[in-house]
Nanobody, 122 residues
């Protein structure tokens, strides 16, 4: 079983930055894709970004393009989400996930972190 541990959330003023981390542990990690999702209060979980674990191909949802960057360090089994120019609409619980498909659908991911809260205030 693979465990994902996400961290790095916090309280930040609009325009500020945060970096989230997600580290995979457990049995040999061999998922093809890792991604970040977020769930704003009272809303459904939504795709933020994903990265191919070997090739590094990235995908982003439109609202974060140019502001967020997804990256990874394979040797550490760790993925990051660098978030710049944060907006109040970015407030949500952020979850990392791992799976074998290049998709924005949460149900297609096999493993999930516990979530880390990001709150952006104006």
């Amino acid at each position: 079983q693979v465990q994902l541990a996400d961290s790095g959330g916090g309280l930040v003023q609009a325009g500020g930055s945060l970096t989230l981390s997600c580290t995979a542990s457990g049995r040999t990690f061999n998922s093809k894709f890792m991604g970040w999702f977020r769930q704003p209060p009272g809303k459904e979980r939504e795709f933020v970004a994903s990265i191919h674990w070997i090739g590094g191909i990235t995908d982003y949802t439109g609202s974060v393009k140019g502001r967020f960057t997804i990256s990874k360090v394979n040797a550490k089994n760790t993925m990051y989400l660098h978030m710049n120019d944060l907006k109040t609409d970015d407030t949500a619980t952020y979850y990392c996930a791992a799976g074998d498909l290049r998709t924005t659908r949460p149900r297609s991911y096999d493993y999930w972190g516990q979530g880390t809260q990001v709150t952006v205030f104006s």
